[in-house]
């Protein structure tokens, strides 16, 4: 029982903390989608005008 609770705490630990690291890292990725987006649309408007 003992040894179960050893195997399987640590693996629940990684995995919140790899869920978490995985949200982070999504939500940052649209944040860089969304910043591009937003310079690339000025910059066509600049462009334009």
Same mark, same amino acid.
């Given at each position: 029982? /003992? !040894? @179960?609770? &050893? ?15 995985? /949200? !982070? @890292?999504? &939500? ?22």
């Amino acid at each position: 029982m /003992s !040894l @179960l609770t &050893l195997f399987v705490f640590p693996s629940m630990l990684r995995w919140s903390c790899h869920e978490r690291f995985a /949200s !982070l @890292l999504e &939500l940052s990725h649209w944040a860089i989608i969304c910043h591009y987006f937003i310079f690339f649309s000025a910059l066509a408007f600049n462009y334009k005008h």
